[in-house]
């Protein structure tokens, strides 16, 4: 009996370096942070296409689809997007009108893809100005990787508003993942809805592999009641790998939400992106000397 608490001593000091090895929630995303900075930054060195699918249903109904091939290149603030392929249809009286162009100004009265508040009415306009609003606004927000920067909270800015907690870890694609869990530091804010979600991370890299996000709460009550309007599950999800060198891009990014608003206009939107066909960029110079002068 003597050896019990030896063996129990010994057994304490084998687990306390464990223990002091696995970070908390701050310590893993404190290195997301300082990953991100860096990540972005050798993503100018990258152009790649996206392959985008976004769809209006009403019901079982399509109303409008895009499927899109867009050429992305990444620039110091953001990055340029070339749209090199269109297919769309859309449904006018009880037929699919085909396309393969953004309409024109001539056509909607407003520049296309619409930045502002789309006004809704009756007209099957309407559904395509949707779909080219979202594809927009939600792959084309002063990003390097096509997605809106504003969806997932993952850098040291946008961290500092949010509540971390590591759940533990789990693999997943591949990888050894960290699972945390995130949502608002402020929930009295009626004006802020925020996201909550969940974030899986590379214990090796530190690097993003699957983030999923939800609205944090719900469009008050109020402005459901009197306006009609409401977001019903809207969220995202993105999932993250490496390129040959290292370099983490997102590969997918997806969602399905509904759309209530003025109380008669009813839409499920769905989108699914990809990136593809990444091709890294050699910028090279030289520095010639300069020609001696003749006497």
């Given at each position: 009996m003597p050896l019990k608490r030896p063996l129990a001593l010994a057994l304490i000091l084998l687990a306390l370096p464990l223990a002091a090895q696995q970070p908390t929630a701050q310590d893993i995303m404190a290195r997301v942070a300082a990953n991100q900075d860096a990540t972005e930054a050798a993503r100018l060195h990258y152009v790649y296409i996206q392959h985008a699918h976004v769809r209006s249903l009403k019901g079982h109904t399509v109303r409008c689809e895009e499927t899109t091939d867009t050429r992305i290149t990444p620039t110091a603030t953001g990055s340029d997007q070339q749209l090199i392929k269109l297919d769309g249809r859309l449904l006018h009286k009880g037929q699919?009108?085909?396309y393969t162009h953004l309409p024109t100004i001539a056509e909607t009265g407003h520049p296309s893809p619409n930045t502002d508040d789309i006004n809704i009415d009756n007209d099957d306009e309407t559904d395509r100005d949707i779909v080219e609003h979202m594809r927009h606004?939600?792959?084309n927000d002063k990003s390097k990787d096509g997605i809106s920067a504003r969806l997932f909270p993952l850098t040291s800015?946008?961290?500092a508003g949010y509540i971390f907690q590591l759940l533990g870890r789990a693999p997943l694609n591949g990888h050894d993942t960290f699972h945390l869990t995130f949502h608002p530091k402020d929930t009295s804010d009626q004006?802020?809805?925020?996201w909550k979600g969940d974030a899986w991370i590379d214990t090796a890299t530190f690097q993003p592999v699957l983030v999923r996000t939800a609205m944090a709460r719900n469009i008050p009550f109020?402005?459901?009641t009197l306006l009609g309007t409401s977001l019903p599950g809207l969220g995202f999800s993105v999932t993250y790998a490496p390129q040959p060198d290292g370099v983490w891009f997102?590969?997918?990014?997806?969602?399905?939400?509904?759309?209530h608003i003025l109380f008669f206009f009813n839409r499920e939107i769905i989108i699914d992106a990809h990136n593809l066909d990444f091709e890294k960029t050699?910028?090279?110079?030289?520095?010639h000397p300069?020609?001696?002068s003749v006497p």
């Open positions: 699919y009108i085909t606004n939600l792959t800015k946008s961290q004006s802020n809805y925020g109020a402005v459901r997102p590969i997918t990014f997806g969602t399905e939400f509904k759309m050699h910028v090279t110079s030289q520095i300069a020609a001696e």
